[in-house]
């Protein structure tokens, strides 16, 4: 059997357009997992550059990775800080 030669998947590497990241963010949103919608945030700006991200957030790279990992728990001013340096806005609607 030959044998067959796998790459590892990554998110980020097809978060290329304001549409893309739309929609993977707002699959997140719908999940009402606050871990898993912290990761999802972390992997938009693993896509923007997380180094920039973490300038414009105002925040070390390090902690943003610790704070946006699956393991992370992010307080809600990271949360907005990140949002802001992605020029993302958070909204709220009725359900």
């Known amino acids: 059997m030959p044998k067959v030669k796998t790459y590892?998947?990554?998110?980020?590497?097809?978060?290329?357009?304001?549409?893309?990241?739309?929609?993977?963010?707002?699959?997140?949103?719908?999940?009402?997992?606050?871990?898993?919608?912290?990761?999802?945030l972390g992997t938009v700006a693993r896509s923007k550059g997380m180094a920039e991200v973490a300038r414009k957030a105002g925040l070390s790279r390090e902690s943003l990775y610790k704070a946006l990992s699956k393991d992370g728990n992010p307080e809600f001013a990271t949360i907005l800080k990140v949002m802001k340096a992605l020029d993302l806005k958070l909204t709220a609607t009725a359900a």
């Open 8 to 40: 590892p998947y990554d998110s980020a590497d097809y978060l290329n357009t304001v549409e893309a990241i739309g929609v993977y963010l707002e699959e997140a949103f719908n999940t009402e997992d606050a871990a898993f919608i912290s990761f999802a």
